[in-house]
C-alpha cells in the first residue's frame, strides 16, 4: 500500500459516510435525548461568547451557570441509570452542577470572580479525569486521557488567574472548544444509523482524492530515493536565507528581510509535521520535526557566527529586532491565519502561487536570526522574546494547518475515525504546547495594552491642565510605573505644577511623581520693506 492511500479497514467507513440524506424525524428525536442538550447548550453559550467576550460580568455568569447545569444534569443522570454506577462520571456532574449552581446563585460579582469561579471548575474537572485515569486498569487510550486532563488544569488554572488581554484570549479559546464539542456532540446524538448530520455529511465526503493526495504528501515530505538532494537543498537554502537575513537585520532593511522570508524553506517540513500528525504517522511526523529542529539549528548557528564578525552596532535600537522580541497574541492569531492559507494553498495547485505571501506573514527564519544575533550581543532577554515568537508561529500554523487540511480533504473524515488515537495524542501535545505559550504571549499582551491605555490617559490629564493656558501646547508625555515626564512649550503664564501632579494622582489612584519640562517659545512677527 502506497503511502497516499487509505488502510483497508477504512472501506466499511467510506461506505457508510457515502449514505446521503437528511431524516428531519430522527433529528427532532435525537435533540430530545439529554446528550444533545447537552451539546446545544455548550454549543450556543460557546458561540455567544466568542461574539462577545467583553460581556458583563452578571450575563456571563448567566450563560455558563445554565450551561454548566445543563451538562452537569445529563452527567449526573447518565451516570446513575448505569449499572453499575459510573463514579467518576457521577463526580464530574456534581462538580458541575456545584459551578453551575453558585454562578447563578452569587450574583454581582466580579469578572475576575466569575473567571476564578470558571477557571476551578475546569481544572477540578481536569483532576478527577487524571484521578480516573490513576485509579483505573481499563481505560483506553491512556495517554490520551492524560493529556486531555493535563490541558483542562491547565485551562483552568490560566482562567483563574488571568485578567485583561489574556482572560479576553482564554474566553475566546474556551468558547472554540465549546463550539467544537457542543456541535460534535449535537451531531452525535441527532444521527441514526441511515442518516446524516448536514454538518458532518459535507465533512464526510470532503476527500480530495488519491492523486492529488499524493501530491501534497510529496511536496512535503522528504522520502524516498530523491530524500538526501532534497534534504541537502533544504539546508542550502536555510544557509542562504540566513545569511541574507542577518545582513538585513545589520542593516536594518526590511526589503531584504523580506527577501530572506521568500526564499527560506522552513515552511515546507512544518506542513510535513502537521498534515503527519493528521494522517496518523507519528514516525513521519517526528521525522519532520527533526528536519525542522535542523533548520533551526541552522539559522541560529550560522546568524551568531555571522555576527561575531558582521556585528549590529546598536542592537537595542535596531527596529528590525525591536519588532521581533516582543510578541503577544496578535502573532499568534497572524500564526493561525498563515496556516490556514499556507495548507490551503499547498492542496490547492491553482493557488499555490500565494504560498510566497504565507511566507512573509509568518516569518520564521528572521526570529530565528534574531536569537543567534542577540545571543552574541549579550542580549538575552531579547533573545528569549524571538524565541517565543518563533515558536508562537510553530504551534500556531500546525495547528491552523491541521484544521484547513480537514477541511480540503487530505484525511478523509473515515480516515480520522480510524486514526483517531493517533490523531488526538499528537494534536493533543501542540494543544499544550498552545497554552503554555498563551501565558507570556497574553502577559506581553496586557503590558503593551496597559502601556497604550496609560499613555492616553496621561495626555488627556496634561491637555486638561493646560486648558487654562491656551498659549502652551504638549511636546511629550511618558508615564512610567509613579513617574510622569512632561514636556510643554509655549509662552505666558502656565497654571501650578502641583495641579497636574494632583490630576496624575486622581486619575491613577496612586501618588505620581511628575518631572515637568517647560520650553520657553518667543515669536517675533517682523515686516520688512524694500
Known sequence: MKDHELPEGDVTLREQDAEPGIDRHAIWKGLQRPAALRGLAVLVVGVVALAAPQLSAWLLSLLIGIALLVAGGTDTVAALRSRPVARADLGRGVLLLGGGTALLALRRIGVGAVAGLVGGVIAMRGV??????????????????????????????????SEGDLLLFLVALMAIVWIIAGGVALAEEVSVADTGNVVLDWLHHRDMGPEERSAVINKVIFEGEAARGRISRFIALMAFST????????????????????????????????????????KRATRSLFLVAGGIAVAVAGSWLLSRYFPVLEVTANSQILSRVSPNTVDLMIAFAAGAAGAFALSRPDVSDSLPGVAIAVALVPPLTVIGITLEAGELEFAMGATLLFFTNLVGVILAAGVTFVF???????????????????FATVGVALLLIAIPLSMAGDEVFTAVTNQGTASTVVEEWLESAPGYRTVSVAIRGSEAEVAVVGSGPLPAPESLAAGFAAEFDREITVDLSVIPEERFEVTGEP
Open 408 to 426: 480540503v480533504g487530505l484525511s478523509p473524515w473515515f480516515h480520522l475515525e480510524a486514526n483517531q488515537r493517533e490523531i488526538n495524542r499528537s
Open 128 to 161: 478527577l479525569d487524571l484521578v480516573r485515569v490513576a485509579t483505573q486498569q481499563d481505560v483506553e487510550d491512556r495517554g490520551w486521557q492524560v493529556l486531555r486532563g493535563v490541558a483542562q488544569v491547565l485551562l483552568g488554572a490560566l482562567i483563574a488567574v
Open 243 to 282: 545569511a541574507i537575513a542577518t545582513f538585513g537585520i545589520n542593516a536594518d532593511s526590511t526589503a531584504v528581510v523580506i527577501g530572506a522570508m521568500l526564499i527560506a524553506p522552513l515552511m515546507t517540513p512544518i506542513m510535513a509535521t502537521s498534515a503527519s500528525m493528521l494522517m496518523g504517522w507519528p
